[in-house]
């Protein structure tokens, strides 16, 4: 399956088992904290595991990428915005468990059950891989700058504009104003 | 001989995480906590993505979270400064409170 068999299956399976139990786990837990803080260190460690899990999967860029940017300045900017909010009131209303929460939870369930569904459909049907270019397994962020800079170059600079409206955006709307 | 990881697996991990934080979505009140779940969300995509890229040994599945990524981010600098702005006009930042735009 993997044309980037470099990675011991062993190895590969007790990496794969630890990261993936810890990252439901560190997800259930998010969900569940009544302070938010706890929620978003629980939601930190999570994405440290999905980091670790992308490395099991050749994608070493992205690994990167994801204690970078998620781990580090998603995560960041949300703690110090909870931290500038005052949250005591909500910390009261979080422990009741009313009827809609019971149904929306078992709603979800179905959604699950759902993509489960789609996944074991489509698990049976071989698919035809394509051939590894030579050389592929050392130059993975090799390949995915090749990709970036050639064939998605106009995606590539799209995003710029998109991240400098962010940056635009959160200047304007988070600016007092002096009326 | 061991075989490596299934994709199935991957990808059952991947639903798992997503249904997680659609769960977290829809029982918790406080707005950035809703937001901290649909980040779980998109992070259940991206596993989606890279272990399809791997599975058919392209590039492509990589290319996509990076531009997810970049979105994401571009999404939680808006959206926090959106709550803040909501927190300093209401003085609340539960969901359910927060009733604006309602006619």
């Given at each position: 399956m993997?044309?980037?068999?470099f ?16 990252s439901?786990?560190?997800?259930l837990?998010m ?9 978003a260190?629980?939601l930190?460690v999570?994405?440290?595991?999905l ?6 999967l ?5 690994a990167v ?5 998620y ?8 703690v ?15 422990g ?8 929306g ?9 759902e993509?489960?569904a ?5 698990g ?9 270019p030579?050389g ?10 090749t990709a ?12 710029s504009i998109?991240?400098l ?15 | ?5 299934p994709?199935v ?6 639903g798992?995480?997503f ?9 918790r009140?406080?707005g950035?906590i ?35 990524m970049?979105?994401?981010a571009?999404?939680?600098a ?7 702005l909501?927190?300093?006009l209401?003085g ?7 009733n604006l735009?309602?006619?």
């Open positions: 993997n044309g980037l068999s990675i011991n299956p062993l190895f590969q399976w007790a990496v794969f088992l630890v990261a993936s139990l810890l439901l786990f560190c997800a837990m969900i569940t904290r009544r302070n938010p803080i706890h929620a260190l629980w930190i999570a994405f440290f595991n980091a670790v899990i992308y490395l099991t050749h994608a070493q860029f992205i990428a994801q204690v970078i940017v781990a580090g300045a998603i995560m960041m900017l949300i110090f915005v909870i931290m500038l909010i005052h949250l005591e009131s909500d910390i009261v209303y979080a009741r468990l009313s009827g809609a929460k019971i149904i939870a078992f709603i979800t369930v179905i959604l699950f059950l993509i489960g789609a996944i074991y459909s489509s049976g049907a071989p698919v035809k891989a394509a051939a590894a030579a592929a397994a050392q130059d993975s962020v090799v390949r995915v700058g970036l800079y050639g064939k998605y170059l106009f995606p590539f600079e799209i995003a998109l991240l409206i962010g940056i635009v955006g959160a200047v304007v709307l988070s600016r007092r104003r002096n009326d | 001989m061991l075989q490596p990881v994709s697996l991957y990808f059952v991990l991947s798992a995480l249904t997680i934080g659609a769960i977290g979505v829809l029982i009140r406080n950035i809703v937001f901290m779940c649909i980040e779980l969300m998109l992070n259940g995509v991206n596993l989606a993505f890279i272990a399809a890229g791997d599975m058919l040994n392209s590039i492509d599945g990589v290319i996509f979270v990076f531009f997810i970049t979105v994401a571009a999404e939680a808006i959206g926090l400064a959106i709550f803040v909501l927190f300093r209401k609340t930042i539960n969901v359910d409170e927060i735009l309602k006619g």
